[in-house]
């Protein structure tokens, strides 16, 4: 079946301009997570949903960052007032959820690569 | 002290023999362990997952789990050219199991 889709694949965006970024989990999987991978910093977690709430927005870097999710089922990452710093690989993952907890194993995205300029 | 360490590449093997690749994490009470597989401007493919001690197979790939030591490795049997990439170790906390912590990742790369 389709896996995690993103997009734009890339994004150039002048600094201080508001980006949107789009995720769109493989079927049937209630939960979703952002991620970014940059050079020097690794992959770091950023949000989970489980359905619609974010229960956790602890790796949120700051409040230029938010996210939300409706249906269920596409997400999309929004940073306003975009910096330098915030040049990295945005992922997307999503697992399936057994009861109250997501299954563990977690499937990427192909990312966004966004640069700011 | 990072919370996944992964041990420093680049590693290099020739073709047909065994890449092993190790990880060291510092939460005690993680339950679940994880090895993706990352190629040049990809995104991370997951290979293997492991929740108990000792050794999982699946193809040439194995992975080998010991929580009393805080430790994982991935071991590929038979390498091949299409095996290297940059393997991620991923462990999931006791708490909110669902937040991955990553190593930074070992490159490999399978000489032909």
């Known amino acids: 079946g389709a896996g995690v889709s993103q997009s734009p694949s890339n994004k150039v965006t002048e600094k201080g301009k508001d980006v949107e970024l789009r995720c769109d989990p493989i079927?049937?999987?209630?939960?979703l997570y952002w991620y970014r991978q940059s050079l020097g910093q690794g992959l770091e977690f950023l949000i989970y949903?489980?359905?619609?709430?974010?229960?956790?927005k602890s790796g949120l870097p700051s409040d230029r960052f938010s996210a939300e999710r409706t249906g269920g089922s596409v997400s999309t990452l929004t940073i306003q007032r975009t910096q330098q710093e915030d040049s990295a690989v945005y992922l997307c993952?999503?697992?399936?959820?057994?009861?109250?907890?997501?299954?563990?194993?977690?499937?990427f995205g192909p990312g966004t690569r966004l640069t700011v300029t | 002290q990072k919370e996944v360490e992964q041990n420093s590449g680049p590693l290099s093997v020739p073709e047909g023999a065994i890449a092993s690749l190790n990880c060291t994490y510092s939460?005690?009470?993680?339950?679940?362990f994880f090895w993706y597989r990352q190629y040049s401007g990809k995104s991370p493919e997951l290979i293997m997952s492991i929740y108990s001690n000792g050794d999982k197979e699946d193809g040439r790939f194995t992975a080998q789990l010991n929580k009393a030591s805080q430790y994982v490795s991935l071991l590929i049997r038979d390498s091949q050219p299409s095996d290297s990439a940059t393997y991620l170790c991923?462990?999931?906390?006791?708490?909110?199991?669902?937040?991955?912590?990553f190593g930074a990742g070992t490159t490999v790369t399978v000489r032909a």
């Open positions: 993952a999503s697992s399936m959820t057994a009861g109250s907890s997501p299954v563990r194993e977690q499937y």
């Open positions: 991923a462990v999931g906390p006791l708490r909110n199991d669902y937040k991955l912590s």
């Open positions: 079927s049937g999987h209630t939960a």
């Open positions: 939460d005690r009470g993680s339950q679940s």
């Open positions: 949903f489980q359905g619609n709430s974010a229960p956790d």
